[in-house]
């Protein structure tokens, strides 16, 4: 056997920690029974075919599954497939179509014949099935966009999730979520550091990791701000609904950014922050996206750890350096390679030889649905082995050293950096009192 079969074969059944989804609950994923199309496009090639040329109501209707006829739905929308089959996201999509429905080519007629097979798909543990045997993934870690964390009894060792800390990033603490998860008010800047305290007490225990999407609405460039100034902004946050202007925005979410931080050195959990490209089309300001925004608060917190999501594409040699110069910033690959698989598979080969062995974690599908996960692993798993083929047959790598690093990437990197066996003794633990 060839040094690149060895390698390709590890790749192949070596399960594969997943950073990232969003991942609709068993419960949810059975009352959506989601049919054919939505499992084939309710994910990001949406976006591309948007910008290929489809028309809004034509994509709208691609996942509405109300209209039960699939063909029709499909047909608006089947140039604009034509012309973004090819991308990282239409790959995975091809891959769904092949993998779930045995679909070779994806036309109106094709899809109506495979809509039968759909049904077996959307049944009490097949998420599971889908995720853990086909996919071959150790485990997921979901951010649900929740601040409570409890364990998922369809899966308790195998689904994790995230706090979310987007709205106190975003410098809008949300009133109604805060009451109903903490059960407190927020009536001032210390009622708010209460409630954060709170949020941790419940829920890093379970919880995996916290996670903030801040970047889709304010700058991910951080300051210091002190409690003067935070409460300042929040009372004017607090008084009748009224709207802060950015500044202000900007302080109170830096300040509670920083609380964050800090909560999550105390209980020992990682911050996953996205960097990077924006999900969607038409709405993306780059400045605010750049990891290397994030400077001040990497300096000012050396004992946090920082999971610096998407490989912050198109800024990708930034986040090298960040990984190569900090001790505390990971680099994370979730969704990159669906975004794009070329870009990523050379990100991964600038970083082997840039950063230490130890920063870098392959995989997160941040998508909904298990068939999609399934397809996203796939695709990481194919550019991978091509990355590392290439890493030996040019002869930087021996296979031994490809397979140490291959292991390292795709599972002992983040069970160290998110403490995963300690997780899962934990949530078992749990479920069995």
């Not at 987007?166 to 998860?181: K, L, T, W, Y």
């Not at 397979?403 to 990197?413: E, G, S």
């Amino acid at each position: 056997m060839s040094s690149q079969s060895d390698i390709a074969a590890f790749i192949l059944q070596t399960p594969l920690v997943d950073t990232h989804e969003h991942m609709k609950g068993e419960e949810t994923y059975l009352e959506e029974s989601p049919d054919i199309l939505c499992q084939l496009f309710q994910n990001y090639v949406p976006a591309d075919l948007f910008v290929a040329g489809a028309t809004q109501e034509a994509v709208e209707n691609l996942c509405d599954p109300s209209d039960s006829d699939v063909a029709a739905r499909f047909a608006p929308i089947q140039e604009a497939w034509a012309r973004v089959q090819h991308t990282g996201y239409g790959e995975a999509v091809s891959i769904i179509a092949k993998d779930l429905y045995g679909i070779d080519e994806l036309t109106p007629d094709s899809i109506a014949a495979a809509q039968e097979k759909n049904a077996a798909l959307v049944q009490p543990g097949e998420r599971l099935r889908l995720l853990r045997d086909e996919a071959n993934l150790d485990h997921i870690q979901t951010d649900a966009k929740s601040m409570t964390v409890l364990p998922d009894l369809s899966g308790p060792d195998f689904f994790f999730y995230d706090i979310s800390w987007v709205d106190f990033c975003s410098g809008r603490p949300n009133h109604e979520e805060i009451a109903q998860h903490t059960g407190q008010e927020v009536s001032d800047l210390y009622s708010l550091q209460r409630v954060m305290e709170t949020i941790f007490a419940s829920s890093s225990s379970p919880a995996i990791a916290v996670k903030s999407q801040h970047a889709y609405n304010r700058t991910l460039r951080w300051q210091e701000r002190s409690r003067d100034e935070a409460a300042k902004a929040l009372d004017i946050y607090l008084r009748d609904g009224e709207e802060l202007d950015e500044a202000a925005r900007l302080c109170l979410g830096d300040w509670c950014w920083a609380r964050g931080v800090e909560l999550c050195i105390e209980h020992d959990l990682p911050m996953k922050i996205h960097t990077g490209y924006y999900a969607g089309h038409s709405r993306m300001p780059v400045d605010y996206i750049r990891s290397g925004n994030l400077c001040p608060l990497l300096a000012k917190y050396p004992d946090a750890r920082f999971v610096l999501m998407h490989i912050a594409y198109p800024y990708t040699e930034e986040l090298i350096a960040l990984a190569k110069h900090y001790p505390n910033v990971y680099a994370d690959l979730c969704w990159a390679w669906s975004i794009n698989p070329y870009s990523s598979m050379e990100f991964v080969r600038r970083f082997i030889h840039a950063a230490p062995a130890n920063k870098l974690f392959l995989f997160g599908g941040d998508t909904g649905y298990p068939g999609a996960a399934l397809a996203y692993a796939k695709q990481a798993r194919t550019w991978f082995t091509r990355v590392m083929q290439s890493e030996i047959s040019e002869g930087f790598l021996t296979e031994a050293q490809a397979i140490d690093l291959a292991r390292r990437y795709m599972r002992d990197n983040q069970y160290e950096c998110f403490r995963a066996d300690e997780k899962k003794e934990t949530l078992r633990a749990a479920v069995a009192q």
